[in-house]
């Protein structure tokens, strides 16, 4: 093959090959002010934390992206913990949508057996109580089934590290819903709160609808939301089992009582429509997307906009587990709309200088498509403001290719050389 034909057909795998498989190994995408990017630098280095993702969405886009520390390729996967909630309320909302179910339905309407809570014996149990952790379900309950290996008890058990829940381990089969509502007792009242209708948090809560939801549609949990939401997204890398990644997982960390941070093996768990979501920043950013766009993501449609402000009451927005933690944020202004996404792999690390940072630096470029903006001067013949335009950022796989182009012509330009040398 003579260097013409070569070069032509690399460039065409450059062109053609999915943005997923291009951002390997990236770690930045985009752009942000150079004292915002100090501000979240500062903030990162002084928290303590090993690695993180962050990202920042304006009007619908994805502007920017990082990864830091040890593990700074933003195809690195992390555990988002309790905002896999987000994704199992999706799921009741588009069997809601679909006429599948209705959200004020007695969670009995759908299964064989009652479910009431044993001190008000005569309150029904709706989907939407459950979904707002106001069904009276206690947060932790042996009926969340074990999530942890003996193997990871064991470690931890050797670290002299205690959990504070209660946390029996895993021998990596899982139950039938059936098979779990027999061996537990639904109705015991070991499982309820004494009453009913007032928020408490609670993760027994959502792994009974990740049942329930397999009971109603006779398909897995994670099927169907791989298959109603993750794939018409093209969120190629939001999974809930980690055996299925061939990309980098971070890898968590723990702080013993000494104030050694140790690094943990990557595990599995069993955390399903409580806790079992795996994603990257620029994946997660997709669904932010979809749901403060009225439902569109692109040209693709997951949400009816009359169900958007439904979706945005069950959005969770923090999640925590052993050795990771994840928050995100969404806010409508007079200027726009802004969105903000972190990933840690330490669940105690002091994410909050982070955070603030990374807010005040989405308002600061949010800011640029205030109305009042778009009067701005500029100063000179020759320069323009960039305040002056109110166009949108473009949309994120372009943005990410383009902040892929310039790395991709050095890569094409190496290869020339060293072919050249070859001749």
Not at 118 to 123: A, D, L, S
Not at 132 to 160: C, R, T, V
Not at 366 to 393: F, I, K, M, R, V
């Amino acid at each position: 093959m003579n260097l013409k034909s070569t070069t032509f057909l690399f460039l065409i795998l450059f062109l053609v090959l999915p943005t997923n498989v291009l951002a390997n190994g990236i770690t930045e995408i985009g752009s942000i002010s150079e004292e915002g990017a100090i501000a979240i630098q500062n903030a990162f280095d002084a928290s303590g934390i090993p690695s993180i993702q962050a990202a920042i969405i304006i009007n619908n886009a994805l502007v920017w992206a990082k990864g830091y520390g040890e593990q700074p390729a933003l195809n690195t996967v992390f555990r988002t913990g309790s905002v896999t909630k987000t994704f199992t309320a999706a799921a009741f909302v588009k069997l809601n949508e679909t006429g599948i179910i209705n959200l004020d339905d007695d969670v009995s309407d759908y299964l064989p057996f009652q479910v009431r809570n044993p001190n008000e014996p005569g309150t029904i149990i709706t989907i939407r109580m459950v979904l707002e952790h106001k069904a009276g379900m206690k947060i932790y309950h042996q009926f969340n089934q074990p999530w942890i290996s003996a193997e990871m008890l064991q470690l931890l058990d050797d670290l002299n590290y205690t959990i504070s829940i209660p946390v029996p381990s895993w021998n990596g089969i899982r139950l039938p819903l059936q098979d779990i509502i027999n061996s537990t007792n639904i109705n015991d009242p070991d499982l309820w709160l004494p009453t009913t209708g007032d928020f408490a948090y609670s993760n027994t809560g959502y792994f009974f609808l990740s049942f329930l939801l397999e009971h109603i549609t006779n398909n897995t949990w994670s099927d169907y939301i791989h298959d109603t939401i993750l794939t018409p997204l093209g969120m190629n890398e939001t999974k809930f089992n980690v055996t299925e990644y061939a990309q980098p997982v971070a890898v968590p960390h723990l702080k013993l009582d000494n104030g050694t941070l140790v690094a943990l093996p990557v595990y599995r768990d069993y955390g399903y429509g409580a806790g079992g979501l795996m994603t990257t920043v620029t994946d997660l950013s997709k669904f932010i997307i979809a749901v403060t766009n009225g439902g569109w993501y692109g040209d693709v449609q997951i949400f009816q906009p009359e169900y958007v402000p439904i979706m945005n009451q069950y959005l969770q927005q923090y999640g925590s587990m052993l050795g990771y933690s994840a928050e995100f944020g969404k806010f409508t202004t007079e200027c726009g709309k802004l969105g903000a996404v972190l990933f840690t792999n330490w669940d105690m690390g002091n994410m909050a200088l982070i955070w603030s940072a990374l807010l005040t630096e989405g308002q600061s470029l949010l800011s640029q498509y205030c109305p009042e903006a778009t009067t701005t001067t500029p100063t000179t013949s020759t320069t323009t403001s960039p305040t002056a335009t109110t166009t949108n950022p473009p949309p994120p796989d372009i943005l990410l290719i383009s902040g892929l182009s310039i790395g991709g012509a050095v890569v094409v330009i190496a290869f020339l050389l060293v072919l050249k040398r070859r001749k």
